[in-house]
C-alpha cells in the first residue's frame, strides 16, 4: 500500500519586513504544526512573509476509507382512511 502523504504551504507573517522575526501568531502556528509530526521542507523569505513548505505521511485517514452509505430508503405514508387532510392546524375529526 502507498504511503498518505500530505502537504501544507503556510504563509508566516513577520513583524518587520525582511527580517525573519516572526508574529506571535505565526510562531505559534508553526510551533503547533512541527508539535502534531508536520516537517519542515522547505522554507522562502518574500518581503512581508516567510512561506514554509510541511509535509508528514502516515496511514490514511479512517474517513478516506470508509465505503459510500447506500441511500436511505423512505417508506411512503399511507393517507388517512376517514378521508381529511390535517390542514396546517392539524385538526381532526370535531
Not at 465505503?67 to 390535517?86: F, S, Y
Amino acid at each position: 500500500m502507498a504511503d498518505y502523504k500530505q502537504i501544507l504551504h503556510e504563509r508566516l507573517y513577520v513583524t518587520v519586513p525582511g527580517t525573519e522575526r516572526l508574529r506571535k501568531t505565526a510562531a505559534s502556528r508553526i510551533k503547533h504544526l512541527l508539535a502534531n509530526g508536520w516537517r519542515e521542507v522547505e522554507r522562502q523569505q518574500r518581503p512581508d512573509h516567510i512561506l514554509v513548505k510541511l509535509e508528514r505521511t502516515g496511514h490514511a485517514p479512517m474517513k478516506a476509507r470508509l465505503p459510500k452509505a447506500a441511500p436511505e430508503v423512505r417508506i411512503e405514508r399511507r393517507p388517512r382512511r376517514d378521508g381529511q387532510q390535517g390542514g396546517p392546524r392539524g385538526r381532526g375529526r370535531r
